[in-house]
């Protein structure tokens, strides 16, 4: 890949990073204040262990996201940004486009989700 294409696919990754970490705080904040106002009966004390339960699992998705867009940042400084860590392909210049942390080419992905072994 050359320098032009990978400082173009660094700035996207950093912006996201950006806007992953304040959402990420953001959540985080919003579910622990849950329930916080000290005026809740059993049932709103339910709706919010749910919500919170809720939140947490985004946060979860979204820190995961956040692991992956550094793996891809650490990527681009060794040289080995959009090569398939798996079968060591070219990734689908379309697929880096939309999935700019992408660890596998599309049919890699493809196969190792159908095994069940990776979500993102
Ligand atoms: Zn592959």
Redesign the pocket.
Known sequence: MDREKLKYHRDKLLKMRRELIDKLNERYHDAMSLGEDGTQDAADEAYNLYNKNLMLGRVETDALKLRLIEQALVRIDNGTYGV?I??E?DIEEKRLEYVPFAR??T??KTELEKKGLIKM
């Open positions: 398939c798996e079968c392909e596998y080419c049919d890699c």
